[in-house]
């Protein structure tokens, strides 16, 4: 089984994901520095997790943390986008300059891949059945008004082509969320993190 890095293993998704790694018996590591992460995400992994707190910004912790590691799914990030516009340099080094340390302390362990986390929104109506009104909420500063994604260059320059596709992707994503949402035990609480 292959050996993973979850960064900002703490939030949501990093929490999540690193319980699936784990049902199917991989070895993971997991970082974070709480920022927005909460460590009752992962209380329940506590004695099957090889976890680390600490901050992307730390070079050295981040070539400590991606030793003998097969795959990197990088999730930390400040994804608040009013955050960013209030405070533009943290939420540049958190995600930029993170980034890049993670990056270098992965090639320099000689990592087989990096899988980079982002998001964006993708209105799930039609997939989803959802037959109610649209809520929208003001205008907040940073809001992306109009978003295209292309990965032609990423075809080009890393010979990058996606196994599955966009709209299939969000159709797996919804029976995923369908599935855990009727086998989880009534009464049962939600998790809140990033």
Not at 43 to 57: G, M, Q, V
Not at 132 to 154: N, T, W
Not at 175 to 184: I, L
Request: charge should be neutral.
């Amino acid at each position: 089984m292959a050996k993973y890095l979850v960064t900002g293993i703490a939030g949501f998704i990093g929490s999540n994901l690193a319980r699936a790694l784990r049902a199917r018996g991989n070895e993971v590591r997991g970082i974070d520095n709480f920022s927005t992460g909460k460590r009752e995400n992962i209380a329940d992994l506590a004695d099957s997790l090889d976890f680390r707190e600490c901050d992307l910004l730390d070079l050295d912790a981040m070539r400590h943390a991606c030793q003998g590691i097969d795959y990197v799914l990088h999730q930390a990030a400040i994804a608040f986008v009013p955050r960013s516009i209030a405070d533009p340099l943290n939420s540049n080094r958190a995600n930029v300059d993170g980034s890049l340390n993670l990056l270098v302390a992965a090639r320099d362990a000689q990592v087989k891949r990096v899988v980079f986390a982002a998001s964006s929104s993708a209105l799930l109506r039609r997939i989803t059945g959802y037959q109610g009104p649209v809520q929208h909420g003001p205008e907040r500063a940073g809001d992306i008004r109009h978003s295209f994604a292309d990965i032609s260059l990423a075809e080009k320059h890393l010979g990058y082509r996606p196994s599955v596709g966009f709209e299939e992707g969000l159709q797996r994503t919804v029976a995923w969320y369908r599935e855990q949402s009727s086998a989880a035990p009534a009464g049962g609480g939600s998790e809140h993190g990033r």
